[in-house]
């Protein structure tokens, strides 16, 4: 079994990284779906603040685990862990505040099922995340500024 599972990871790592990138997209995709329901399922809050906050909740524990993913399964870089996921959490700030700006507006303005909401605020903030990700979090250790030496 373990010789079968290196193996599909030897040739996962040889597939493109456009196709490694829909794919780990996929699966947090969907990993962020359930961790969406599960919260909302348990959220405490009105009804009328359940699904943002919801939202919210899920697109900030999907952070660490999207940056994991991607870490790991779709990006060769040499960035140090604690450094990437530090401005992964920078980047992705930005995107939780218009991604819960955009749900709350369409659940609480326009009136749509939470699901729908969800959907489009995922849609809106994985355009961007696909777009900007590698260039502002996984940034290659060659185009990065030299840091200078201490003495």
Partial sequence: MTSSLRRIGERFQGASEPVRIAVVSSLGTGLGWLTYELIYWLNPLPEVWRATSSWLVA???????QHALHRWLTFS???????SLGRAYLFYASLATLGA???????????????????????ATGVLTLTLMKRLVFVPARSRPKQPARG
Avoid: D
Avoid at 59 to 65: P, S
């Fill in 101 to 123: 700006t955009l749900n709350g507006y369409l659940i609480l303005t326009l009136g749509w099922h939470h699901r729908w909401a969800y959907l489009a605020s995922v849609l």
């Fill in 77 to 83: 870089h040499e960035t140090p862990y604690w450094e």
């Fill in 59 to 65: 697109f900030v524990l999907g952070v660490v685990r």
